[in-house]
């Protein structure tokens, strides 16, 4: 319960961090307004933050002062609002809703969302470039780690792989590698670009990449059980649409109850990765509680 607590507060405070960067970088950009508005509307739509939270708890299971992972915890946080904004336009999920808001083409037109998303994206790596709490190497390895998890061999992979399966059943294990690269290369970013800065051992990191990895997988499954058993409208379908029937999910693979082993299963293989990773690791230990039980 005191694990509990004080993980809620490190939530909170590191939240608090991140948005207030989020809103200094956003808002000294001099660039058209409907763009500037169009990219303010959906990074302060209210997400969770999970992915800079995460980079912060992993910075801190080595260091100490933070203020050099902010303008990277933001970056990061810009490249998952750009994939949400893409992956709500007519092309793709043709979503209407996200956060409980009107998703960015509907607020906006869809020539503004596509370009809010392209400036979204590129910006993050403007930031990591211009940032002066890092070194030249530091930026060197971020850029390429980044554009790693998002691009070509990471998020945008496991988008076209997830596209492809929709016209398709597929296996578990195809299920895990769409998994993998469409969110758990985001995660993994977080957490080995965290402990990177923060001084951890090429060891220590090789630990921390595969208890990244089954994080990932523990939220995936979550959300699956979730959009099952809970708030399916988060997604903006009611629960029971045979949209959400006909998506490959765990639960449609192996049930509610086999979905929550599978769950218990990798939380196990997470939490005994983090006692390889030799760190003060208690907040990312808690971090696995609070992803598997998460109810949103
Ligand atoms: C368009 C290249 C491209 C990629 C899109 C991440 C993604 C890939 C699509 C999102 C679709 C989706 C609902 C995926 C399931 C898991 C997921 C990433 C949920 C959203 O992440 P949260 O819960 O969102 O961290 P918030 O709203 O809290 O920021």
Same mark, same amino acid.
């Given at each position: 319960m005191i694990v509990q607590q004080k993980l809620n507060s490190f939530i909170n405070i590191n939240r608090e961090k991140i948005q207030q960067a989020l809103t200094h970088h956003l808002q000294q950009l001099d660039i058209p307004d409907q763009l500037k508005d169009s990219m303010i509307y959906s990074a302060e739509a $209210? $997400? *969770? !933050?999970l992915r800079p939270i995460l980079l912060m708890a992993s910075f801190h299971a080595y260091s100490n002062d933070d203020s050099k992972v902010l303008s990277l915890a933001v970056a990061l946080e810009l490249i998952h609002t750009y994939s949400l904004i893409h992956d709500d336009l007519p092309a793709m999920?043709?979503?209407?809703? !996200?956060r409980g808001l009107p998703t960015n083409h509907i607020k906006f037109d869809e020539a503004t969302a596509i370009l809010a998303g392209d400036a979204l994206l590129t910006f993050s790596f403007e930031l990591i470039a211009r940032?002066?709490?890092?070194t030249d190497e530091q930026k060197a390895q971020l850029t390429r780690l980044l554009a790693e998890a998002s691009g070509p061999k990471g998020m945008v992979a496991g988008q076209i792989l997830d596209m492809e399966a929709e016209r398709k059943a597929v296996t578990l294990e195809e299920l895990e590698t769409i998994h993998t690269l469409k969110t758990g290369e985001l995660f993994r970013f977080a957490i080995r670009s965290g402990a990177y800065l923060g001084g951890a051992t090429r060891e220590q990191i090789a630990h921390l990449d595969k208890f990244a990895h089954f994080l990932g997988l523990i939220f995936q499954v979550q959300d699956d059980i979730l959009d099952v058993t809970g708030d @399916?409208? *988060?997604? $903006?379908k009611p629960i029971g649409s045979d949209e959400v029937n006909e998506k490959n999910t765990y639960v449609k693979l192996l049930g509610v109850d086999g979905a929550v082993e599978k769950k218990e299963y990798y939380v196990n293989r997470a939490k005994k990765e983090l006692s390889g @990773?030799? @760190?003060? @690791?208690s907040y990312l230990t808690a971090l696995v509680d609070y992803f598997s039980k998460r109810d949103h």
């Open positions: $209210g $997400g *969770k !933050r999920d043709d979503d209407n809703v !996200r940032d002066s709490h890092l @399916a409208e *988060k997604i $903006g @990773a030799n @760190a003060d @690791a």
